[in-house]
């Protein structure tokens, strides 16, 4: 029972307020894009949406303002040198600013032996995981800097902290993102911008869909999570908020990763 004579307000639910600020998602016509644009949209963010067409983005970004939020959407390849530049016009024509940018829009096209893998599909994944997101932090930073700070998170994976089978070129382009987070992190934080890291393991989207979707491979992955189950791409959005919120404003340069314990259980004994 709160007391009669107290003068305290009574206490609220916490929530992220994100409200007046304004986010850029790359990849977020679907899975982990998608989820992110919709969270920081509910929490008040004006978001801009990317894809490499128009269309699927649109979509989302119209779901969005029919629910009350504010989205624009924006096709953009995150491979493109020019991409970047334009994509940060866009948004400070539109809403005025840039608080947050989510490196999400990510590829994985080559399966295989790293000695394997072509000069083009190096180039392909290094100019779309590593060289992109670089490309807009550069593009969008004087404009945070310009509001005194801003917020950037950098989905990384757990293959970037751990090698994973067959996927190695993919692994060094998500462990260079982490390591390009912590650079940036500590470059940026005089300048009040906080950069992070997500990493997250197994999550059900299109992009893991041939895990998730052939019975062998999925039984195998799963003997791998402690937790026992895929993730979905709503907790991932969720960590991105809370760590571009103004619940963490001390933090900056983690990686959080989020994988239902498959990391921590990496190296562990196997009963039976
Ligand atoms: N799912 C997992 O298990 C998992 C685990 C760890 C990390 N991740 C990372 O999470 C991020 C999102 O993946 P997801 O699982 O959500 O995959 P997804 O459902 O396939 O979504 C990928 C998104 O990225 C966009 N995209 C792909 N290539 C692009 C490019 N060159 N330029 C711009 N946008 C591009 C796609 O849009 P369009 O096709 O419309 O262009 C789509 O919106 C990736 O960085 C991935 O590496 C995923």
Redesign the pocket.
């Known amino acids: 029972m709160p007391n009669e004579a107290s003068t305290a307000p009574p206490f609220e639910p916490p929530s992220i307020d994100l409200r007046g600020r304004v986010a850029i998602v790359?990849?977020?016509?679907?899975?982990?894009?998608?989820?992110t644009a919709e969270t920081l949209a509910a929490a008040g963010a004006a978001v801009v949406l990317?894809?490499?067409?128009l269309e699927?983005?649109a979509e989302v970004a119209q779901s969005i303002i029919e629910r009350g939020g504010r989205a624009l959407p924006f096709a953009?390849?995150?491979?493109?040198p020019e991409?970047a530049d334009a994509l940060a016009e866009a948004t400070l024509e539109a809403f005025g600013a840039i608080d947050i940018l989510v490196?999400?829009?990510?590829?994985?096209p080559h399966y295989g032996p790293l000695l394997d893998a072509s000069e083009a599909l190096w180039d392909k994944t290094m100019?779309?995981?590593l060289r992109?997101p670089w490309r807009t932090a550069r593009a969008c930073v004087p404009a945070m800097r310009a509001r005194g700070g801003g917020a950037i998170v950098n989905?990384?994976?757990?293959?970037g902290l751990i090698p994973q089978n067959g996927v190695g070129l993919?692994c060094l382009s998500?462990a260079g993102l982490v390591m390009m987070t912590q650079v940036l992190a500590a470059e940026l934080a005089p300048e009040g911008v906080r950069v992070h890291a997500?990493?997250?393991?197994?999550?059900?989207?299109?992009?893991?869909?041939g895990?998730w979707d052939d019975d062998a491979e999925r039984t195998r992955m799963l003997d791998e999570i402690p937790q026992g189950r895929?993730?979905e791409?709503e907790e991932?959005a969720r960590a991105i908020a809370f760590l571009v919120s103004d619940w963490t404003p001390f933090a900056t340069g983690s990686t959080f990763v989020a994988?239902g314990g498959q990391l921590v259980a990496a190296g562990m004994w196997t009963p039976g």
């Open positions: 790359t990849g977020a016509s679907r899975g982990i894009g998608r989820a990317t894809g490499r067409s699927p983005v953009a390849h995150a491979g493109e991409s490196n999400n829009a990510g590829t994985c100019d779309v995981n992109g989905v990384s994976s757990i293959a993919y998500k997500v990493a997250p393991g197994f999550v059900r989207t299109r992009f893991s869909r895990m895929i993730g791409p991932i994988d």
